[in-house]
């Protein structure tokens, strides 16, 4: 595979026209997963059809969760076809996804094959089937998000989504950075708390509310979450960026140093890693003077 082949994460974006959470979203739920090669991520030709084919059936009306599912059985079931999005045709008529492998039809869900499906293939006029699930609000929001003009309705969708899911982590975290990016930190603060409470163990979680509460200058609770972030997930490369600025502020110099180091060796020639070396340096004649 040449480097031609290959799609950074940004450039996804733009060519399928989907935000870094849908990414993320659809790659936890196992629909379409990057690649990854010497600590970098990247898509495929294949991953593309696979992104653009996720993205145009939620559209339609069917949830990431019923569309894993479906996938997932369907690859037991033609264990043969190693990426079924981008080998096989992807059919929806609003409620059911159906795979079309030449001229059969199967539901995967049933392992049924299924007649005539044609007369009952998804076109424009097909609406979201009423009475939408969670997980529905949720990917309603990823796509409000998506677009600026449509960004201030993502908040509403979210929260129909934590109404029907309280412990719905995802729409809490995204819902808390809007109010983040929005400079409403108390109210990122409250939804950081109770993706938290959702999920204990979320390192992205502990990384947000660290973050946030930074802002807010209560800078020994936010080492106390971003050093959480941390201990859960070690290569986090931002949370070590934030917890090192932490410590420096807190004059924790050999701690700060500690984690601007491991940020470098992370990410020894991104955007940040320069800065970080002059961190270093400075955090260095701190200690010494001190």
């Not at 009475?131 to 949720?138: H, N, P, Q, Y």
């Not at 729409?171 to 938290?196: H, M, P, S, W």
């Not at 917890?243 to 500690?258: D, H, M, N, S, Y």
Request: one cysteine or more.
């Amino acid at each position: 595979m040449g480097a031609t082949d290959r799609f950074s994460p940004e450039e996804v974006q733009r060519i399928v026209g989907v935000t870094q959470k849908q990414l993320d979203h659809w790659n936890r739920l196992s629909l379409v997963s990057p690649q990854e090669e010497q600590g970098t991520r990247y898509y495929d030709f294949r991953d593309l059809i696979g992104l653009r084919t996720v993205k145009q059936l939620l559209e339609k009306g069917i949830s990431a969760n019923r569309l894993q599912r479906a996938l997932s059985a369907l690859n037991k079931k033609l264990s043969q076809i190693q990426s079924p999005l981008s080998q096989l045709r992807i059919l929806s008529d609003g409620k059911d996804v159906l795979v079309q492998q030449g001229t059969a039809h199967l539901e995967p869900l049933s392992g049924q094959f299924v007649l005539n499906f044609e007369t009952r293939e998804l076109d424009e006029s097909i609406r979201f089937i009423a009475g939408r699930s969670a997980d529905d609000w949720l990917a309603v929001a990823l796509s409000y998000e998506e677009d600026e003009i449509t960004r201030s309705k993502a908040v509403d969708a979210y929260d129909r989504c934590v109404q029907l899911d309280p412990h719905n982590a995802d729409a809490l975290l995204n819902c808390g950075t809007i109010y983040y990016e929005d400079g409403n930190f108390e109210k990122a603060v409250d939804y950081f708390q109770r993706a938290l409470a959702a999920q204990p163990k979320n390192a992205l979680a502990h990384f947000n509310l660290g973050s946030v509460l930074e802002d807010l200058g209560k800078i020994e609770e936010a080492r106390r979450y971003l050093r959480q972030a941390v201990l859960l997930e070690p290569n986090y490369c931002d949370a070590h960026y934030n917890l090192a600025f932490v410590c420096e502020k807190l004059a924790a110099f050999p701690e700060a140093r500690e984690h601007w180091q491991t940020y470098i060796k992370l990410d020894p020639v991104g955007p940040w890693a320069t800065l970080a070396r002059q961190r270093i340096t400075a955090v260095q004649t701190a200690k010494s003077a001190g």
